[in-house]
């Protein structure tokens, strides 16, 4: 402590005690008004900020509601085409298979009962889509009327298949029950 004192008095000696201070602060009003002119001009600036993250909130909103609106519309179209598939394959293979000789009375029925069904489910789907898209008693998002509508594409997609799976079985039985005859029938040479 003592060596402290010792080196801060050599410190003051040789510095010296001719130290002065300026006085009394001046105060430059002119530094002042530029200084509020700037608060007040970045305080516009920041409200300018403000209402432009709102404008691009709003814009994002709007965005994600148009993204939602042409997800439906490209699922609607897809569900159409599936439809479309649908009532093509039962048109044109269904009159196929019911009218091949080798389709017994009684399976007709049941072919033509298997096929209604898929089409009928088809068309109740087609009902509830009309229903989710023209209520307003159906309180969804825009993203719910869309995963629903995904969902229902899904689906119709799965009938797809179920009916082609369905006409290759039949059109399997026709050939199978073809070849079976023409052997069975087949003149013997020996």
């Given at each position: 402590?003592?060596?402290?004192?010792?080196?801060?008095?050599?410190?003051?000696?040789?510095?010296?005690?001719?130290?002065?201070?300026?006085?009394?602060?001046?105060?430059?009003?002119?530094n002042f008004v530029s200084f509020?002119?700037?608060?007040?001009?970045?305080?516009?600036?920041?409200?300018?900020?403000?209402?432009q993250v709102e404008f691009l909130?709003?814009?994002?909103?709007?965005?994600?509601?148009?993204?939602?609106?042409?997800?439906?519309?490209?699922?609607?179209?897809?569900?159409?085409?599936?439809?479309?598939?649908?009532?093509?394959?039962?048109?044109?293979?269904?009159?196929?298979?019911?009218?091949?000789?080798?389709?017994?009375?009684?399976?007709?029925?049941?072919?033509?009962?298997?096929?209604?069904?898929i089409i009928d489910n088809s068309?109740?789907?087609?009902?509830?889509?009309?229903?989710?898209?023209?209520?307003?008693?159906?309180?969804?998002?825009?993203?719910?009327?869309?995963?629903?509508?995904?969902?229902?594409?899904?689906?119709?997609?799965?009938?797809?298949?179920?009916?082609?799976?369905?006409?290759?079985?039949?059109?399997?039985?026709?050939?199978?029950?073809?070849?079976?005859?023409?052997?069975?029938?087949?003149?013997?040479?020996?």
């Open positions: 402590m003592i060596k402290k004192l010792m080196l801060l008095a050599l410190l003051v000696v040789l510095i010296g005690t001719n130290v002065s201070a300026q006085g009394m602060p001046v105060y430059d009003n002119t509020m002119k700037s608060l007040v001009e970045s305080g516009k600036q920041t409200a300018e900020l403000l209402k909130k709003e814009q994002k909103e709007n965005i994600e509601k148009v993204n939602n609106a042409i997800k439906q519309l490209k699922a609607v179209k897809e569900l159409y085409t599936n439809n479309q598939k649908l009532y093509t394959i039962v048109q044109n293979d269904l009159r196929e298979i019911l009218n091949s000789p080798y389709i017994k009375s009684n399976e007709v029925s049941r072919v033509s009962e298997s096929f209604n069904a068309l109740d789907g087609l009902n509830y889509i009309e229903h989710i898209l023209s209520s307003g008693n159906m309180k969804m998002t825009d993203a719910e009327r869309a995963e629903v509508l995904k969902d229902m594409e899904l689906k119709s997609k799965e009938m797809v298949a179920e009916i082609q799976a369905k006409t290759r079985r039949y059109r399997e039985i026709i050939d199978f029950r073809e070849m079976q005859d023409k052997i069975n029938n087949r003149e013997t040479n020996y």
